[in-house]
């Protein structure tokens, strides 16, 4: 049961389930922390808008009361009001228009019982014969109170004239209580007597008290006049003032004092609302009670489903994560499965080997690498005196004479940096040490051998002590050795062989005594041998053949022998004598043919990972082009309608979508180290500004924590170095970004001077150390090797901290080994760290020598040259001619000090002798030629040295005294051509549209741009013009641009030119070399090319032109409206993002789901102007389609591959199949803009 839980399968889901479900706890936190967010400002909306419906409402019940406190007024400034004045007061109130729900305003007096009959009387001679109180009370006491003014007077107003208000106990109680308190009363809900009875409505009546004015102060009740009133119908009321806003809100009225709390309106239905809110208004002595209901109008309006959003995407992200996870640990299992099979396969072999070792005749021991005994066989006791014990752990130079002690480690240490098999003492004596001190000849093979501890030496020891007492000629200093030994005269014939030979070649002694030495060589090399035997004859030296080439032996049956000769010349009696040691080395090659048969099954299964790493990348690239574009949308918020907490959301996936990408990369990265596919490109690297660079990029993420970042550059770093600069760049910012994540407060500092150090091999021991130094966390000691494993930090709470990989400085590590160099950590928890890269330099000795400078020219703003040259009388010759030109002349007779001079001014030429007093003028041209400032001077070697024999345009660049005047004035027009043509760019670009694209932003820097789509026309270009820079693609139509780069250098040197490859192909080793043979600057075709070609060539130019201020490139939305894309993708989630991305640029997207299918649209429809082409897709890939649309249907439409390949040869085979273009996902909104910048507008003609 335990082997079957601990199986990989069980252990990958559990690390699978344990992964997904640590990110699905974090997706359900963030969907739950965003949809309280959303409640919250839901429910804050309903409360507002609640609100300011309660606030309109009460204004209403406000206005009414200004309404009769007016009409109060009116009585009180009158003695008597008569009905006409009552309305012409009212209709200046404009009741029907400004007043909604306000059934009429009237007067009701107090009319006691006795005077009823008078009170009657009078209003019917107003012109109302109809009128009567009613309903007449049987109480004799009652005081009547009828309606007798009211308006506006419309019908149903007037068939209620002299109703009495008071029979009504609800309207009495409000009247009754206003009397008594003096102040508006609004009455309890009640019907309107003014409506029938088919369509009673709710309403109330507000009453405002009158008093004589002459008695205010009296309270006796015959003074009291009456009331003014108004009868409001509340249904009106709210449908006329908050209609619009009731369709989103459902509203209940209650009257809070009455019985039970009266309803009294509402418009609640029965289903249950989401959001409720009750609030209370208080008017006129009553309370109403407003209960409020989220209608679902309202509900669809504060909806937001970004919270549905966050699950699906953390989700689908959750287990991509997880999924990415197992498949990193699957291979960790099975590399470790295959590590454990090694190991014991080794420690099985190296049994054996020992056990053969012990049996061997010859003394046997192994050395390490320190030169410690090890292990030696009971022969080696015997030849040596010393038992195993006695030598065990002790050094080898115990067993040798004092008199090669001394060498000896010089000789160790040189065979450990090329291990490889040897014999030693078959050309000198060799001697060894006895225990008792006595000496013995001896002849010695090393071997190395790999063992899991490391490489250690099998030396194998002849004891020639009988060999020599043995032998009859002693005059012959013939070594004897297991190998086959030959000694020739001078005449080619065979004077001595041993055993080994007969052995060797077949025949006996007496059959190759005195006989030529060619009969021992095959018949197809015999013509040359005696020509080149005499050669080596003439000038005799030790020699060693066959290591470079192969050489073969005859045997005496006619069969070839793969042999190593070694030659060596040694005097015997008076006579000069040739000794060939041959070995055979069949074994060897039996050998060599094994391991190469094992590096083509390593190449297999290496090509099989590089498959692997490409579909894994097409698989995450994938997914991760949805999530990058959707997400980077929603931050961006275009339309306004998230919160800053959902953008803030939507940012933390677009940099969590990043970070994986820069995984995935890291991963590639790795894996092409892993394999051996880092190819480097040496060149000239200034390292002050790689540095200023990097510290200006840091610097904001420095300022953000409050932490100081500096530099300090030594005075003794060189101007620059030859390295990898774009491997060297991402070391040190992978060393930055580690010490700004983990550093929370203080410094960081980059440090770099030279140093004198054994850590790396250097043959001066001098390396360029760059130190990077932080005050942060620190790491502990056990675990500081730790972190250079991949996927490792120094404890789980690191990662959960401060996050991260753990690839950068496995990464770094391994960059620094392919330099040559290496990485060691100084640290300690809490005190900080530093880590320290180590890369080889090469001695560049300096002097102190000062010498006068002369200018002299006509003008101060002349253009300048420097003439450095030792004799005074020829300087001088140069600046007279040189000033009759128009040149400013800056003469010295010190290397170092135009060195200096080149740093503080600028000059359009040089004219440099090479015998200088300080240093040589090939050293001022390595520093001319390694500076970016510099580099594109145009240099006139005018010196008494002959020039190199492959130094080529001799009389434009190389110049031998005597000089004449002639050869002065061509040097000096050759100069003002050099300065003229500096603004000249040749462009070789075979594709049309990237060739017109390219010409455009070379322009925008003040260049004159010469541009040719094949090698011919650039021949021909280059050979009427001076150039500045050629920018050339690899891929031509009628030669490769490397060919042509070797035409134009025939033509004329590429020595004052500078070159860019431009190109989107991967690099062999060879042309890698090649390039860097023309001193060549690579720029790789794709998204980010306009900046790094922009950066490659404006170096170049540096002081030629200023540096130009671009323009931003001009926005293509309002030209290219309504331009038709085909968007040809299978993966809903990408066809939704591209879509979105395509629009904002309001372009119009049409969709196919597979190749077939754009093919069938395109049969019906070509009315496109570019295709997106997914390039892996069901049915028929974007190869197929590709190729049918453009070889078989003609399609003169532009064609983008769009893939999530990132291995080599990917853009090769998009381009091969007719795609016009290449975008690599994930796609980002600067590159799809860049993309239709190109086609688009070349397509719409802008």
């Not at 007037?158 to 109680?173: C, K, Q």
């Not at 409000?174 to 309890?188: F, G, N, T, V």
């Not at 040259?869 to 400013?888: K, R």
């Not at 290397?895 to 007093?917: C, M, S, T, W, Y």
Request: proline share 4%.
């Amino acid at each position: 049961m335990e082997s079957f839980k601990s199986h990989p399968f069980w252990r990958l889901a559990g690390i699978f389930l344990l992964v997904f479900g640590c990110l699905l706890l974090a997706t359900a936190i963030i969907w739950r922390y965003a949809s309280q967010q959303d409640q919250t400002i839901a429910q804050q909306q309903f409360n507002k808008e609640v609100d300011e419906l309660v606030s309109v409402l009460n204004q209403h019940m406000q206005s009414y009361e200004v309404i009769l406190r007016a009409a109060s007024a009116f009585f009180s400034a009158s003695d008597h009001v008569t009905r006409a004045e009552w309305r012409e007061f009212t209709s200046r109130l404009r009741l029907d228009t400004t007043h909604p729900g306000l059934q009429g305003i009237g007067f009701t007096p107090r009319v006691p019982t006795s005077d009823i009959l008078a009170h009657v009387e009078q209003t019917r001679a107003e012109g109302f014969p109809l009128y009567t109180i009613q309903p007449l009370s049987p109480d004799a006491e009652h005081e009547y109170y009828p309606i007798h003014y009211l308006e506006p007077a419309g019908w149903d107003n007037l068939r209620v004239l002299g109703f009495d208000l008071a029979s009504e106990p609800t309207r009495l109680a409000a009247m009754k209580q206003a009397q008594r308190e003096r102040r508006p009363i609004m009455s309890a809900p009640v019907t309107l007597v003014q409506l029938t009875a088919e369509s009673p409505e709710p309403g109330v009546t507000l009453f405002w008290p009158i008093h004589d004015k002459s008695v205010l102060s009296s309270t006796q009740e015959s003074h009291f006049l009456g009331f003014v009133y108004s009868a409001i119908r509340i249904p009106e009321l709210i449908n006329s003032a908050l209609l619009s806003r009731l369709e989103r809100l459902a509203l209940t009225l209650k009257d809070v004092q009455a019985k039970d709390g009266k309803l009294f309106y509402s418009t609640t239905g029965e289903r249950l609302p989401q959001y409720m809110a009750m609030r209370q208004l208080n008017f006129a002595g009553r309370t109403w009670q407003l209960e409020f209901s989220s209608t679902p109008a309202f509900e669809k309006q504060v909806y937001n489903n970004s919270a549905l959003l966050i699950v699906l995407i953390g989700t689908g992200l959750s287990g991509l994560i997880a999924l990415a996870v197992v498949v990193y640990f699957h291979q960790r299992f099975r590399m470790q499965q295959q590590r454990d099979i090694l190991t014991q396969q080794l420690q099985q072999r190296e049994e054996r080997f020992r056990t053969l070792l012990d049996g061997a005749p010859n003394a046997m021991l192994m050395v390490d690498s320190q030169g410690s005994i090890e292990w030696i066989n009971p022969q080696a006791e015997a030849l040596f005196g010393y038992s195993r014990d006695e030598l065990l752990n002790q050094s080898v130079e115990l067993l040798l004479p004092e008199r090669y002690r001394t060498q000896h480690s010089s000789w160790r240490h040189a065979f450990q940096q090329a291990p490889s098999p040897r014999q030693m003492g078959s050309g000198r004596e060799l001697f060894a040490r006895r225990k008792d001190g006595s000496e013995v000849p001896v002849e010695i093979g090393l071997s190395p051998v790999q063992t899991e501890y490391g490489v250690k030496t099998i030396g194998s020891i002849i004891d020639l002590s009988a060999r020599r007492h043995a032998e009859e000629r002693a005059k012959m200093l013939v070594e004897a050795a297991p190998n086959a030994i030959v000694l020739v005269n001078a005449d080619g014939e065979i004077e001595l062989i041993n055993s080994q030979s007969e052995q060797l070649f077949g025949y006996t002694r007496s059959e190759l005594i005195g006989e030529k030495v060619e009969m021992l060589i095959p018949e197809q090399m015999r013509p040359n041998h005696p020509t080149l035997r005499e050669s080596y004859h003439e000038a005799p030296t030790q020699r060693q053949m066959g290591g470079n080439r192969e050489l073969f032996a005859r045997h005496k049956s006619g069969r070839s022998i793969p042999v190593e000769v070694g030659l060596a010349p040694i005097i015997a009696g008076g006579r000069r004598l040739i000794q060939a040691a041959v070995i055979d080395i069949s074994a060897r090659k039996a050998a060599e043919h094994k391991l190469r048969e094992q590096a083509e099954q390593l190449a297999l299964a290496n090509r099989y990972k590089s498959e692997f790493l490409a579909n894994m990348s097409h698989e995450l690239r994938t997914p991760l082009n949805s999530i990058l574009i959707l997400s980077e949308q929603l931050k961006l918020n275009a339309d306004g309608n998230l919160s800053s907490k959902q953008t803030d959301h939507a940012d933390i996936i677009n940099r969590s979508g990043s970070d994986l990408l820069s995984l995935i990369n890291d991963i590639l990265d790795l894996s092409k180290i892993e394999a051996g596919r880092m190819t480097l490109i040496m060149e000239n690297v200034d390292v002050r500004e790689m540095v200023a660079k990097l510290e200006s990029t840091f610097q904001a993420m420095a300022d953000a924590k409050f932490l100081q970042l500096r530099s300090d550059i030594h005075d003794d770093v060189p101007s620059s170095i030859n390295t990898d600069g774009q491997r060297l760049q991402q070391i040190i910012r992978n060393l930055l970004s580690n010490a700004l994540k983990f550093t929370e407060q203080g410094q960081i500092v980059v440090e770099i001077k030279v140093v004198e150090t054994d850590i790396i091999a250097t043959p001066d021991h001098r390396a360029l150390c760059i130190a990077v130094r932080d005050t942060g966390i620190g790491i502990a000691p056990e675990q500081q090797e730790t972190i250079f494993q991949a996927f490792r930090q120094a404890d789980g709470s690191t990662s959960r901290r401060f996050g991260g990989t753990g690839l950068g400085l496995t990464i770094s590590r391994q960059l620094a080994e392919l330099l040559g160099g290496e990485i060691l950590l100084e640290s300690r928890v809490g005190g900080g760290s530093t880590f320290r890269l180590f890369i080889p330099l090469s001695d560049a000795k300096k002097t102190t020598t000062t010498t006068e400078v002369k200018i002299s020219g006509p003008k101060a703003n002349a253009p300048s040259i420097l003439v450095v040259e030792d004799d005074p009388g020829f300087s001088q010759v140069l600046s007279d001619t040189a000033n009759q030109y128009g040149f400013t002349c800056y003469a010295t007779s010190s290397g170092v000090q135009a060195i200096k001079l080149l740093q503080e001014h600028r000059f359009e030429g040089i004219v440099l002798d090479l015998l200088l007093p300080d240093i040589s003028g090939w050293q001022v041209l390595k520093e001319v030629r390694a500076n970016p400032e510099t580099q594109h001077l145009p240099v006139h070697i005018v010196t008494c040295v002959q020039g190199p024999k492959t130094w080529q345009d001799q009389q434009l660049h190389y110049l031998v005294k005597p000089v004449r005047n002639d050869d002065l004035q061509r040097l000096l027009k050759t100069i003002l051509l050099d300065n003229v043509a500096s603004k000249n760019v040749l462009l070789v670009e075979d594709n049309a549209t990237e060739r017109e694209y390219y010409a455009q932003l070379l322009q925008q820097l003040g260049l004159s741009v010469v541009t040719c789509a094949d090698a011919e026309s650039a021949l021909l270009a280059y050979r009427q013009e001076r150039f500045a820079c050629l920018i050339v693609d690899l891929e031509l139509p009628d030669m490769s641009g490397l060919e042509l780069l070797q035409k134009l250098q025939d033509e004329r040197p590429l020595t004052d030119t500078r070159v860019v490859i431009h190109t989107g192909l991967d690099l062999s080793e060879q042309e890698s070399r090649q390039i860097q043979q023309l001193h060549a600057c690579l720029v790789a075709k794709n998204s980010s090319s306009d900046g790094a070609l922009l950066d490659a060539v404006h170096p170049f130019l540096s002081g030629v032109v200023p540096e130009p201020k671009l323009d931003p490139p001009a926005a293509i939305m309002p030209l290219l409206q309504g331009a038709r894309v085909l968007l040809v993708d299978d993966d809903v989630r990408n066809i939704y993002a591209m879509s979105a991305l395509l629009e904002k640029f309001q372009l119009q997207v049409v969709v196919a789901r597979n190749g077939q299918e754009a093919v069938h649209t395109l049969a019906k429809d070509r009315a496109f102007d570019l295709i997106l082409m997914d390039m892996a897709m069901p049915v028929m890939d974007g190869y197929t389609a590709t190729r049918i649309l453009k070889q078989e249907n003609s399609l003169a439409v532009p064609i983008v591959a769009v893939t999530a390949h990132a291995m080599k040869g990917d853009r090769e085979k998009c381009l091969a199949s007719g795609a016009d273009d290449y975008l690599a996902k994930p796609v980002d909104e600067a590159s799809m803009q860049q993309m239709l910048a190109r086609w688009l507008k070349r397509v719409q003609g802008v």
